[in-house]
């Protein structure tokens, strides 16, 4: 028990915060931490470009590092802000609207006993803050930022943990670097797949080790009315296909997507099915609305990606053209000619 106790003191807890209307939750992810079965080295909150929020912290929350955000605005600069004053070797990053459960790092703790688990992820449950969206499919608690249906049912090896609920080896970060800044949430802008370029980068450079989604290490993450509106949902699936996009540019198409497309051609279908059978067979007509919705957000999101992929190609075909057009230039000044 002892040698348990003394792993979980090589965990290093990151919080990252950005809004003073979200200060009970803060409050209350940070108590989770406290509340611990196994505790952690030290708590780290970050602060995003607030400077009242940062004064309120220091000021209020007493036993826990302060920091501010010292690289880009977001939640990658964020991340990577607290990174570089870890002191640990394992460093666990929880949402500051998420609470982890009383045994979430002990679970942490003894299954990076394992040196093939570069990092470990849970299930991130939705803690409704109204009551829980009918028309919502399981299959898209994703957009909110929660565990899916579609994801794995047992502990295993998987593509990347849910943003809300992760920790890393430091390893990770001093070999491939950290978040990448461009990818993930800035403000309340749905963008996200930070963690996802990460990951897929660390397995790139590690194809032998794994990351690993662990059924017990869970935390709950607060989803408020806002975010199971009709608009929100676009908007976030529209923002994932546009987040696609820029981790396919840096990792390649076949490894950002390989999970998409299991998940696409497998769980959609049968998350129609699911839905309409509800509709007809036990007439729970919003069944009509949950299948509509999976049709709905795929489009979305796959229109997020094609817009994308354009504008990207217009990017690059610019830069082609200024570069040829600036070579032509200098080629004239060095020979006198027009071109």
């Known amino acids: 028990m002892q040698q348990a106790i003394q792993k979980a003191f090589d965990i290093s807890v990151v919080i990252c915060a950005y809004s003073e209307e979200r200060w009970h939750d803060l409050l209350a992810a940070v108590e989770s931490i406290i509340q611990q079965t196994l505790p952690p080295g030290e708590i780290i909150l970050v602060i995003d470009h607030n400077p009242g929020l940062l004064k309120q912290v220091r000021e209020h929350i007493p ?10 605005r977001g939640l990658s600069g964020a991340r990577n802000s607290g990174i570089a004053v870890a002191k640990n070797q394992i460093i666990a990053f929880l949402d500051d ?3 982890a459960t009383p045994g979430w790092l002990a ?24 009551k ?16 899916y249906r579609g994801m794995p049912e047992s502990t295993q090896a998987v593509r990347n943990p849910i943003g809300a609920n992760m920790a890393f080896r430091r390893e990770v970060f001093e070999t491939v670097g950290g978040f990448r800044s461009g990818i993930g949430r800035v403000g309340t802008w749905p963008v996200g797949c930070e963690e996802t370029e990460l990951c897929i980068r660390a397995r790139q450079h590690w194809p032998g080790r794994v990351f690993l989604y662990q059924l017990e290490a869970i935390v709950l993450h607060r989803i408020p009315s806002d975010r199971t509106r009709w608009h929100y949902f676009c908007s976030r699936c529209y923002a994932e296909g546009l987040s696609k ?12 997507l ?21 509709a007809l067979l036990y007439h729970d007509l919003i069944g009509f609305a949950r299948a509509g919705a999976i049709v709905v957000g795929l489009v979305v999101t796959a229109t997020g990606y094609l817009t994308g992929s354009v504008l990207l190609w217009m990017m690059k075909f610019k830069d082609i053209v200024v570069d040829r057009f600036s070579h032509r230039d200098s080629k004239s000044a060095v020979t006198g000619k027009a071109q």
């Open 107 to 130: 679970v942490i703790n003894e299954e990076f006993a394992d040196p093939q688990v570069l990092g470990i992820g849970g299930p991130v449950m939705p803690l409704w803050l109204d």
């Open 132 to 147: 829980s969206p009918a028309w919502l499919p399981k299959e898209f608690y994703w957009v909110v930022g929660c565990t």
């Open 258 to 278: 390989a999970s998409e497309y299991t998940y696409t051609i497998q769980a959609l279908p049968r998350g129609v099915i699911h839905s309409l059978k509800d």
């Open 245 to 256: 996009v820029i981790v396919a540019r840096y990792v390649g198409i076949k490894d950002a």
């Open 97 to 99: 609207d998420a609470v």
């Open 63 to 72: 036993g826990v590092v302060v920091v501010e955000n010292m690289d880009a």
